[in-house]
């Protein structure tokens, strides 16, 4: 789309490196949907490595504020 950054398309290329395949609907909105065959316990350990790839990001733009 128009408005996806190629930051935008590293960030849902690298969560799909991670088995977690997740749309980019806007600029600001995400769209993901499980199979039928997809376990709770799949969508736990999705959920987990999504907050633990946004925790690393922003804890990155924080660290880039305050470099020198």
Known sequence: ???MT????HRIDRLRDHGIWISAVSDVRMRAV???DVSRDD?????DKLAESLVAELAGLV???FKP
């Open 1 to 3: 789309p128009w408005w």
């Open 43 to 47: 969508v736990t350990k999705a959920a």
């Open 63 to 65: 660290h880039g504020m």
């Open 6 to 9: 190629s930051q935008d398309k």
């Open 34 to 36: 499980a199979h039928l």
